[in-house]
């Protein structure tokens, strides 16, 4: 006779525990049909025609409630896995009773590239793709592809069907991965999604949700809504542990300054408790409705440090093609490159945008020196060059097609020269005698550099990597001691955390620009804190104003700016040693 391994059996018993679990709970009265409450309709459709999951097919409801009028558009609830919850229900009850505002529930299915012979081949299951991963996609095809064509439809007796565009009157929720793909889309979108309904959430290590609750304890705070719900039979598989992943969930959203309720039980994997417990979840996420919901405060002290409340971002200028290579002067003044269109913009404290060279021969990065001279990459002319106070133009370094520099207090220029992803880069030191010199060579896309506040260092982004790299820099200006340093988050979607420019305040913080935003080291190389931006991109950054404390950022076509509690360190100030870090 087989003998069962002592584990499996453990196994076993464990599913069965959590199979047979006895689950009662109240029936919330939302739940069940009333007397003299008008019920909306429901209707179904398909949709095959996405272009965000190619090739995919799925059936989708609309519930239209009694009470809408196609004057006026109405609030929206996306809910993953088609109809659950009674929620067709629910939302008769809760609308009528003014718990709720007048909603229309999109009740979406997973997709699923059908087979060409259904006989002999199985559909291609697309659930866990569209649910499980982190990134924009999912919140983009709800966007971009479902509720526009929900609006094309119309009610039963002909109405016009009209969302709100306002993500203050949407709300998204699901079950298992139809809930950490309804957190996704939201924590994605705050703009388009504030409130998230999570029951039985797979925040494990399918897709990487696992990460969240890391991501969400370092970003700046967004405005949501949470209400959870978990059982301590849930499973515990190969990819984690749903109880414990959800519990460690709520302290993260808690840690962070979010609006989060929840609701613990002791079920298994199942919709038992989710069922029971959605009208009082409903309730929660619309109260106060229609006003917003608010942003929260951290518990993350290197963000509470730094943030201002009463500061966000600021636009300073837009409809450039690329901006980069933003410098400030010693008032403070900002000066920044359009690309593309080989151009310098100066920004002074009537934040006036004013050009100063329409022809600076597609400089990239630029900074100025202790006797206010401005150094910048000319790249079309395959030269460094400086601009003296009064304008005057000369080559301190020629053949030499750079992408950043940055200019030490003692004269010293350091400049990055990628040769694409794959190639080695290299970095040049300029002595102020014009002496050019090799100091490294290896790094994959070399990209931005930034000199430490004491200026025996010298950080480097390898873009095309996650890594940020340390130099000391030895007596006679060349490096030494090369060292991964900086560790960067990279985004689902990407291969590499692409980080660019970068700046350092004077206690000593890295301010790194990536595809996640501007990721905030300590002096160790550890992330602390991620800022994103209004429109998500970051190019490079530096610190300017009068006072020095304002953060700007190229962006794109756009460049911003941020007021924080802190001062840049200016490489021609004398070097300041800042406060040994924390280990």
Known sequence: ??????????FFVHFLQAQNTVENYAVDPASEEQPNVPKGEVLKFTFENSKIFPGTWREYWVYIPAQYKADKPACVYVNQDGIQWKAPTVFDNLIHKGEMPVTIGVFVMHGKVRAEYSNEALDRFNRSFEFDGLGDSYARFILDEILPEVEKQKTSDGRAIKLSK?????????????AVCAFTAAWERPDAFTRVFSAIGTYIGLRGADRYPILIRKYEPKPL?????????????YAGDWWMANHTMLRALTFSGYEVNYQWGVGGHNGKQGTAVFPAAMRYLWKDWPKPVPVGKSQNQFLSTLLKPEHSWELVGEGYRFTEGPTVNQAGDLFFQDIPNGKTYKVGNTNKVEIVNETSFNATGAEFDKEANRYEVA???????KYSPDGKKVDIATNIVGNDLTVANNGNVYVTVPDGKEKPSLIFLIRPNGEKVEVDKGLLYANGLALSPDQTLLYVTESASHWVYSYQILKDGTLGSKQKFGWLHVRDADENAWGDGLTCDR????????????????????????LPTPNGNASNV???GKDFDILYVTANDKVYKRKLNTKGANNWDKPNKPEAPKL
């Open 1 to 10: 006779m087989k003998r069962i391994p002592f584990l499996l059996l453990l």
């Open 166 to 178: 306002n993500g203050n009157d949407r709300a998204i929720g699901g079950s298992s991965s139809g």
């Open 225 to 237: 809504r949470i209400y959870m719900q978990d059982g301590s039979n849930d499973l515990n598989i």
């Open 379 to 385: 790249q079309k002319a395959s030269s460094i060059v």
């Open 507 to 530: 206690d000593g913080r890295i301010y790194v620009t990536t595809k996640a935003g501007i990721q905030i080291l300590d002096q160790t190389g550890r992330v602390n804190a991620i």
């Open 542 to 544: 530096a610190f300017g």
